[in-house]
T-cell receptor, first 115, second 116 residues
């Protein structure tokens, strides 16, 4: 296992279009997190799953955003009717809970540009 | 609510100099974890260290060292004998674990440039 992977790495879309990102966590990790990072800022928490259950959503996650983890493995993050303000790096992280380290392992991110 | 402040936006030092990155945090919880992550130009966040709120011992790992002081709510990071490969954005982060959600609250990062 080589770590957390995300696809695509880059996405350019026009305002109003829908986009979907995928995250594949480390295989034995039951927790999966989504974060968003805008230019010059630190990552901000969006939502997280334990297995297939979505346990918390940030107020940053508007109704246009939806995330799923149907079989407790990979996860998708969909943004409907994209806006220019959605342009950011979307980061996925995974961890094992309960664990000894509380360490989250991050993927390389998907950079979204909305034109 | 939890908050992490990294007041230094950018730092530049000449190679081989020592540099300290500051981190101040706020939390009402008694049990929490503090982290440092490195983000090189490639964009991937690389874990550097984790410290829990009950362990105030300083830690050294090679050229890296961390100073955790609960009295001042600070968790500072020092690089000794800096190298060009240390150039990156460094993030301090806080995780409150009392309710089982390990979500990380990040600071705004410090961009470190090592000048050869």
């Amino acid at each position: 296992d080589t770590g957390v992977s995300q696809d695509p790495r880059h996405k350019i879309t026009k305002r109003g279009q829908n986009v979907t990102f995928r995250c594949d966590p480390i295989s034995e990790h039951n927790r999966l997190y989504w974060y968003r990072q805008t230019l010059g800022q630190g990552p901000e928490f969006l939502t997280y799953f334990q297995n297939e259950a979505q346990l918390e959503k940030s107020r940053l996650l508007s109704d246009r955003f939806s995330a799923e983890r149907p079989k407790g493995s990979f996860s998708t993050l969909e943004i409907q009717r994209t806006e220019q303000g959605d342009s950011a790096m979307y980061l996925c992280a995974s961890s094992h809970f309960p664990g000894q380290t509380y360490e989250q392992y991050f993927g390389p991110g998907t950079r979204l540009t909305v034109t | 609510a939890q908050k992490v402040t990294q007041a230094q936006t950018e730092i530049s030092v000449v190679e081989k100099e020592d540099v300290t990155l500051d981190c101040v945090y706020e939390t009402r919880d008694t049990t929490y974890y503090l982290f440092w992550y490195k983000q090189p130009p490639s964009g991937e966040l690389v874990f550097l260290i984790r410290r829990n709120s009950f362990d105030e011992q300083n830690e050294i790992s090679g050229r890296y060292s961390w100073n955790f002081q609960k009295s001042t709510s600070s968790f500072n990071f020092t690089i000794t004998a800096s190298q060009v490969v240390d150039s990156a954005v460094y993030f301090c982060a806080l995780s409150e674990v009392n309710f089982g959600n390990e979500k990380l609250t990040f600071g705004t990062g410090t961009r470190l440039t090592i000048i050869p």
